[in-house]
């Protein structure tokens, strides 16, 4: 989970089913919501992921689920996929100017 400067957005990534779904919780993992825990073993399987927020906030675009590599999957590191997403919303919501340098101007 990634949390804006603002302390406002805080993004995730969500498991999409075959059906366009998000995933609900995996129920038999406590309730689960990391998207690798819809792998199909005791849950439905995803077959994408998609940025989210705490703020109710959904990207439109999904992206392929790279089973056995998190890393690729989510993107965060490249700086694509549903963090990139993410962090598009974020700056389409709050601005580009970092919220320290707004207040002094």
């Known amino acids: 989970m990634c949390?804006?400067?603002?302390?406002?957005?805080?993004?995730?990534?969500v498991a999409v089913l075959a059906d366009g779904r998000e995933a609900p919780p995996v129920q038999a993992l406590g309730?689960?919501?990391?998207?690798?825990?819809?792998d199909g073993t005791v849950s439905e399987r995803a077959v994408a992921v998609k940025g989210a927020c705490g703020c109710d906030w959904r990207a439109d675009t999904t992206h392929p689920v790279?089973?056995?590599d998190v890393t690729a999957a989510e993107g965060e590191e490249a700086r694509?996929?549903?963090?990139?997403?993410?962090?598009?919303?974020?700056?389409?919501i709050e601005g580009l100017i970092p919220r320290d340098v707004?207040?002094?101007?």
Not at 3 to 13: N, Y
Not at 102 to 105: K, L, Q, R
């Open 3 to 13: 949390v804006d400067e603002t302390g406002r957005h805080q993004g995730s990534v």
């Open 31 to 38: 309730g689960s919501t990391a998207w690798w825990d819809s």
């Open 66 to 68: 790279v089973w056995g």
């Open 80 to 92: 694509t996929g549903p963090f990139a997403d993410w962090e598009y919303h974020v700056a389409t």
């Open 102 to 105: 707004e207040e002094m101007i």
